[in-house]
């Protein structure tokens, strides 16, 4: 799963919007020279003609390997060069007979239409990387999650599941206000994107809870982390409306997967040991009781 923020795969878009308007600029340009009788131009005969339009120039450049990962973006690369060669072709035929041939004309247009089908492929391709983001926090969201425990769903031991509540959230909203709140979940956000490893994975699960994925880690090593996770959020200053700042704690459940590799048993578990972490005080780390080790909780460091 792809770790891009929602702004970034926007502007992309944005970029690619602009590519793509001056390739009608550049196909009512070749039209032009069709049924005027214009000479074509030099950068539209040479055998790299694809290099040299804007759109051409924009996915050579390294503002579009910014998604280079999209499936899309390759077929539209040679879509796009297979398109020039053959204008190139149709170019040079008609000047030399003086009329427009309809087989290289047809050939022409068909990859012009190849090119349009893949540019708006590529676009839903990046507009799907934002349909599994918060749009609040920049998170992915609980589809992501889904989608992720879905691809993981037989996967082996070594992951351990966390789930992070932020403690008296409601307080929040009703002293300070739902803009503040909102700003309190960013800032949460925030900090727990600062403090997990790359390779964790960390998803809104919903309200004030988030749902973290660390990989290749044991419970000891996990309970570590979100001790840490729970120390920073504790020690962070949230400033709201402006001026006034603000502090707030989150408890923690946490548990490993089982021998299958059951996401979704851990996730049942981890929610048992947060609510045990609420009961017990908040601003703490609950380990999940498992077929190997009884439960723990962590009481907050002094």
């Given at each position: ?19 793509s308007q001056t390739h ?225 704690t989150a408890s923690f ?35 999940a009781e498992s077929p ?11």
């Amino acid at each position: 799963m792809i770790k891009i923020a929602v702004d970034e795969v926007l502007r992309w878009l944005a970029s690619l919007d602009v590519a793509s308007q001056t390739h009608v600029e550049w196909l009512k340009h070749v039209h032009h020279m069709l049924l005027f009788h214009r000479a074509p131009d030099a950068k539209s005969m040479v055998d790299d003609s694809h290099c040299h339009c804007v759109f051409g120039r924009w996915y050579l450049s390294p503002t579009s390997r910014e998604l280079g990962h999209l499936p899309g973006l390759i077929e539209m690369e040679v879509a796009h060069r297979e398109m020039h060669a053959s204008a190139s072709v149709l170019l040079a035929a008609t000047l030399e007979t003086g009329a427009v041939p309809e087989p290289e004309y047809d050939a022409f247009m068909n990859r012009v239409i190849r090119l349009s089908a893949l540019i708006r492929l590529v676009q839903s391709e990046a507009w799907a990387l934002i349909s599994t983001k918060d749009p609040l926090t920049g998170l992915f969201n609980r589809r992501a999650m889904d989608s992720f425990i879905a691809e993981r769903r037989d996967a082996p031991a070594g992951s351990v599941v966390a789930i992070c509540d932020i403690d008296h959230f409601k307080r929040v909203n009703d002293t300070y206000g739902h803009v503040a709140g909102d700003e309190v979940l960013r800032q949460v956000a925030g900090c727990l994107r600062e403090q997990v490893r790359a390779q964790d994975m960390i998803f809104r699960y919903g309200g004030e809870e988030f749902l973290i994925v660390f990989s290749d880690v044991d419970l000891t090593l996990d309970a570590a982390l979100c001790e840490r996770l729970r120390g920073a959020l504790a020690e962070r200053e949230i400033t709201i409306h402006g001026s006034h700042t603000i502090r707030v704690t989150a408890s923690f459940g946490v548990a490993t997967l089982s021998d299958s590799g059951d996401f979704l048993s851990a996730i049942v578990r981890a929610d048992a040991a947060l609510y045990r972490a609420k009961d017990e005080g908040r601003n703490r780390v609950a380990i999940a009781e498992s077929p190997t080790a009884p439960s723990s909780t962590l009481p907050p460091s002094p």
